[in-house]
């Protein structure tokens, strides 16, 4: 018996002459996405040294709101705010890691052009890019002639998380009245914040991420569904003088 008591007012002893504040530490791993009002169950307020304090530790559970975690935690870490986001700003698996040497663009498009609301986190598209050479008179500056083009331009290219225009999870087709924003697919039902157009984000090198860009700023995008058995011809850039070929 004495040598239990012993064992537990260790941490009062240790503290003695240390000032402390109670904070929440994490008792038992919380998976991402937990809301606010489940968090007791996987937490325990302990008194920590002020010295050993995150500037964001958690105090009090009522300050969170109605936030959920935005990444997992493991046991023995404090609670920290900066790790709780509002539920409709969490991806969950609505994001895929970004493979080693590429980088993310987001694309923002209306719901025609992403395959009617199909698309979500993980699947591979295809990008096709339209855009308008318009040639003129170099003295007058009088447009003399307008050419357009479409082309399959890139293949298979990762979609590393997909969203509503207003930064929000896009919501899953597959349950119409139980929409669950963790799905990461896109929705025909919008959403009332969003303006109705989605963000797109692809992971691609530098230069092809320079070709996107370039498209989107000066010409039109569309996305196709195209998995990894999908077969990839082209029959290079379409123009008028080839479209009924």
Do not use: C, W
């Amino acid at each position: 018996m004495l040598l239990i008591s012993y064992v537990q007012t260790a941490d009062k002893r240790a503290f003695a002459n240390t000032e402390t504040e109670t904070i929440y530490i994490v008792e038992k791993a919380i998976a991402a996405g937990t809301s606010v009002d489940k968090l007791a169950d996987y937490v325990v307020k302990k008194d920590v040294p002020k010295l050993a304090l995150a500037s964001d530790s958690v105090t009090d559970l009522n300050d969170l709101g109605d936030k959920v975690t935005a990444v997992s935690l493991m046991a023995g870490e404090q609670l920290l705010s900066t790790r709780m986001v509002e539920p409709n700003a969490f991806l969950g698996s609505a994001r895929v890691q970004v493979p080693e040497g590429l980088q993310e663009i987001t694309l923002k498009l209306p719901i025609e052009r992403v395959v009617g609301g199909t698309i979500k986190a993980g699947d591979t598209v295809g990008v096709f890019v339209s855009v308008e050479n318009a040639t003129a008179n170099a003295a007058t500056g009088e447009t003399l002639s307008t050419s357009a083009g479409t082309q399959l331009t890139f293949h298979k290219v990762l979609v590393t998380a997909a969203q509503y225009s207003n930064g929000s999870a896009a919501k899953s087709q597959t349950n119409p009245v139980e929409e669950n924003p963790a799905e990461g697919s896109l929705s025909a039902k919008k959403d009332t914040a969003s303006d109705g157009t989605y963000l797109i984000t692809l992971a691609r090198n530098s230069a092809d991420a320079e070709r996107i860009v370039f498209a989107t700023e000066f010409g039109n995008v569309y996305l196709s569904k195209e998995p990894e058995n999908a077969v990839e011809n082209t029959s290079g850039v379409v123009d008028k003088s080839r479209l009924f070929r």
